[in-house]
């Protein structure tokens, strides 16, 4: 994947485009598939029953919220390549609204199919959920498929950190935060060389470092205090330069940002 991006840009895209579209193509056969195969639907009157357990209310509300947000995240990272963009102010907050609007669709959809297929009970029972389903659906041959399905959405993952997180450095090093080296890019390519090397040998030593549980807590933790700087920075920013220009306005602003903060 560091290959790939060393390529340039627009190579990345494109192969992330290729793994995005494989991974459509799982997603929408496992819809089919347990919504049609798994056969008749579940009971949802466990759904409507209150909860007694002790993780309930807000607090229980908001622990099963953290990884639905996770799958959030990355978004945020599409403004580090703003510059990269023939038309960032058009083409940004499009690719924001339609792939945010997509994915939720095709989150909530994955969620009524899992209810339909194994019930609230079978969701509690299993780790992976979706692996269940698939199995229930197309056999032992789903299951395996499943597999290979989750890796590529893994690889897409690292992949557009690759492309987008290197980013950060050469801005930090072109406005004299970071070591000079980092600001340089390929004259062919544009590829940021030092940074995606830097990024790759980092995350090569953590893998195997540390275990996955550690590495997937440790980035939810980092991005929680990166978003907050980030935000910081952005509001403290608005209040030293209240004349600086903005290419496009956004909804709530600037009260949606601070709620947010």
């Not at 459509?24 to 949802?44: C, E, H, K, M, R």
């Not at 799958?71 to 792939?99: E, Q």
């Not at 987008?164 to 801005?171: E, S, Y």
Request: charged share 15%; glycine share 12%; hydrophobic share 50%.
């Amino acid at each position: 994947f560091g290959a790939l991006c060393a390529l340039g840009l627009r190579v990345g895209a494109r192969f992330q485009s290729l793994m995005m579209l494989s991974k459509l193509v799982g997603i929408f056969a496992l819809l089919y598939g347990g919504w049609t195969l798994a056969g008749s639907p579940s009971d949802p009157e466990p759904l409507l029953e209150s909860s007694t357990s002790r993780g309930g209310g807000v607090g229980g509300f908001a622990l099963a919220l953290l990884p639905a947000l996770f799958a959030y995240m990355g978004w945020a990272n599409l403004g580090n390549i703003t510059n990269r963009l023939r038309d960032p102010v058009r083409d940004l907050p499009r690719a924001i609204l339609f792939g945010m609007g997509g994915v939720i669709l095709l989150y909530v959809a994955l969620a009524g199919v899992y209810l339909h297929a194994i019930g609230l009970d079978g969701i509690r029972e299993h780790d992976l959920v979706a692996s269940e389903v698939a199995k229930l659906a197309f056999g032992v041959t789903g299951e395996e498929l499943f597999e290979v399905g989750l890796a590529i959405s893994a690889g897409g993952v690292c992949l557009c950190s690759l492309i987008l997180l290197p980013w950060i450095t050469v801005a930090m090093a072109k406005n004299g935060h970071f070591f000079r080296m980092f600001a340089v890019v390929h004259p062919k390519t544009g590829a940021p060389l030092a940074s995606l090397a830097a990024l790759v040998i980092v995350s090569i030593a953590w893998m195997l470092i540390a275990d996955s549980d550690l590495v997937l807590e440790a980035q939810g933790q980092n991005a929680i205090i990166i978003n907050t700087i980030l935000l910081g920075g952005y509001l403290n920013t608005l209040r030293k330069r209240p004349d600086l220009e903005r290419p496009f306005k956004s909804p709530f602003h600037p009260w949606l940002p601070r709620l947010y903060f």
